[in-house]
């Protein structure tokens, strides 16, 4: 079983940076492709970025394309999401997930496997 945790959200200004982790308790990440979500205020979740099981392949959503950076350590099971150059539009609950169905989706709804979120909030 996965269990997933976020970690290292919290408040910056405009322009600033933050390191967000996800690690597993269960079974070990290497095994799966993950996925970064946001959640903004009163919207759908909606894709960030995506790493395959050996960080060789990454995709991005364009509105973060050249500000975040998605990369996997399978030997400390962790994924991480350099967010930098952040927005007030950054704002949101972040969320990973592990690409059980090995379904290469950016759609939300394709994923089983969620982390409880962490919230990233960017002020202007």
């Known amino acids: 079983q996965v269990q997933l945790v976020e970690s290292g959200g919290g408040l910056v200004q405009t322009g600033g940076s933050l390191r967000l982790s996800c690690a597993s308790s269960?079974?070990?990440?290497?095994?799966?492709?993950m996925a970064w979500f946001r959640q903004p205020p009163g919207k759908e979740r909606e894709f960030v970025a995506r790493?395959?099981?050996?960080?060789?392949?990454?995709n991005y959503a364009d509105s973060v394309k050249g500000r975040f950076t998605i990369s996997r350590d399978n030997a400390k099971n962790t994924v991480s999401l350099q967010m930098n150059s952040l927005k007030p539009e950054d704002t949101a609950v972040y969320y990973c997930?592990?690409?059980?169905?090995?379904?290469?989706?950016?759609?939300?709804?394709?994923?089983?496997?969620w982390g409880q979120g962490t919230q990233v909030t960017v002020s202007s």
């Open positions: 790493i395959n099981r050996t960080g060789r392949t990454t």
């Open positions: 269960g079974r070990t990440l290497s095994d799966y492709p």
């Open positions: 997930a592990a690409d059980r169905r090995y379904s290469s989706s950016t759609y939300f709804g394709d994923y089983d496997t």
